[in-house]
Nanobody, 121 residues
């Protein structure tokens, strides 16, 4: 019901920048909240940044001042601009989309497949 395409991961030297994109498409749901999470091997998935349907943004303390999240005017693509990357930012980054199914009257959640970010010292 929701298709997600993530892009922008890769390898970069510490101090460098990357921009992740998450494009969501749907024919029958209303996309509300979108977010980026990250997870390392053996770790729990943690929230990096989110933006809700009202445009309110939230960033994890560990990335404030370095990362920014934005949403396009069509409101179905979000971007995570990551500057001053550190080795500890190395993780698999996942896009999460929360949509509203007005037919079933319930939220619908979907995760992307993830995109790898590797920061080398």
């Amino acid at each position: 019901q929701v298709q997600i395409v993530e892009s922008g991961g890769g390898s970069v030297q510490a101090g460098g920048s990357l921009r992740l994109s998450c494009a969501a498409t749907t024919h029958n749901l209303r996309i509300d909240d979108m977010a980026w999470y990250r997870q390392g091997p053996g770790d729990q998935r943690e929230l990096v940044a989110s933006v809700d349907k009202g445009g309110n943004r939230n960033l994890a303390d560990s990335v404030k001042g370095r990362f920014t999240i934005s949403k396009d005017n069509g409101k179905t693509t979000i971007y995570l601009q990551m500057n001053d990357l550190k080795t500890e930012d190395t993780d698999l980054y996942y896009c999460k989309v929360v949509a509203w199914d007005s037919w079933r009257r319930r939220p619908y959640q979907k995760w992307g497949k993830g995109t790898q970010v590797t920061v080398e010292s």
